[in-house]
């Protein structure tokens, strides 16, 4: 998954719209873009539009932010919405792995509940809003067999620990948001699971978030949150690797696979060791991941 755009779940405008948008995911909001006396309706809009949407042949993967787990409002989000049997749930603000883990265990039942395979529902969980997720980061390691991918937040974090920016002047992150974002990526990594980038919440300056999403997709992560469709190609094109990416990996593979015992060879005057074949091999598995929806 390339492009996750997060749609509020209490807008029939914003969700019709969502379908077309070319999102590789669409993360359907129960938490803070809706308020709490629209939770209720929300519940039931996203359960409508889910049961509908997966009757589409061609649909993006379908997910519902609930609220966190230290709120009341996270068992009646699952309850709403499992009947529609949605592709995985998005968990904010987790302290530990302990929460994916707790969330885990309240799916078995939700799934028991409502016919559905179990374990079929995914989890991706939003690390570091809060400071102690920052710090416990290696708990999500193994937390459940259903997490599928971590991502941070740094917008929820910089109200957390005061901060009054998460950016310099230049746009570039401010060092404790780089912090967790880095944390994110190593985390995911380890866990065998989808590194994806945080939001960029300006969303008309397109080059911003081109530049943004380029270093993203440089640094290994492998997919973006977004806000609002305009976001969706940008971030689509930066996680897709280029003709020209896929055929240097192609090479690269060629030539190990023409000399099947040499540790290293060399290649338009540049020296490629193993470290370059897992990397080549990983652009095209992600050229093969782009092209599945
Ligand atoms: N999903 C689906 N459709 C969206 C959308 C989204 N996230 N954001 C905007 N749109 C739609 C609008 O409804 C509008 O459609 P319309 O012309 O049919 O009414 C069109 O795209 C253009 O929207 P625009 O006028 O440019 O933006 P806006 O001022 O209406 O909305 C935001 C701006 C930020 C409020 C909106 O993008 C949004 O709600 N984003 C998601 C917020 C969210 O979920 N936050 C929580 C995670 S951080
Ligand atoms: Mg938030």
């Excluded at 359960?47 to 230290?70: C, H, M, T, W």
């Excluded at 102690?132 to 193994?142: A, Q, R």
Aim: hydrophobic content about 45%.
């Amino acid at each position: 998954m390339r492009s996750l755009l997060f749609v509020p779940g209490d807008s029939d405008r914003k969700l019709a719209k969502a379908l077309s948008s070319g999102a590789d995911a669409l993360i359907l909001d129960l938490e803070d873009s809706v308020a709490l006396d629209r939770k209720a309706e929300a519940r039931a809009m996203i359960r409508d539009f889910i049961a509908s949407a997966k009757g589409q042949e061609k649909r993006p993967r379908l997910y519902v932010r609930i609220n966190s787990l230290n709120t009341d409002f996270w068992s009646a989000d699952l309850e709403g919405v499992m009947p529609a049997g949605p592709d995985g749930i998005i968990l904010p603000k987790p302290r530990s792995g302990e929460d994916v883990h707790r969330l885990s265990l309240a799916l078995d039942h939700a799934e028991e509940a409502a016919g559905l395979k179990l374990g079929s529902t995914r989890i991706i969980a939003i690390t570091t809003e809060v400071p102690i997720c920052v710090l416990n980061m290696p708990s999500f390691i193994g937390s459940s067999t259903r997490l599928e991918g971590l991502t941070w937040g740094a917008e929820d974090l910089s109200a957390e620990i005061g901060s009054t920016a998460t950016r310099e002047p230049n746009g570039a992150l401010t060092s404790p948001y780089r912090l967790a974002r880095d944390l994110c990526l190593f985390t995911a990594v380890s866990a065998g699971v989808q590194p994806i980038d945080t939001v960029f919440i300006d969303f008309r300056d397109q080059d911003g978030l081109r530049a943004e999403a380029a270093a993203a997709a440089r640094d290994g992560f492998t997919g973006k949150l977004a806000i609002h469709p305009d976001q969706v190609a940008i971030i689509n094109e930066a996680f897709t690797p280029s003709q020209r990416e896929i055929d240097h990996a192609r090479d690269i593979i060629a030539m190990f696979a023409a000399s099947p015992d040499a540790g290293v060879i060399s290649l338009n005057g540049r020296m490629y060791d193993r470290p370059h074949l897992t990397r080549a091999e990983r652009v095209l598995a992600r050229a093969g991941l782009a092209n599945k929806e």
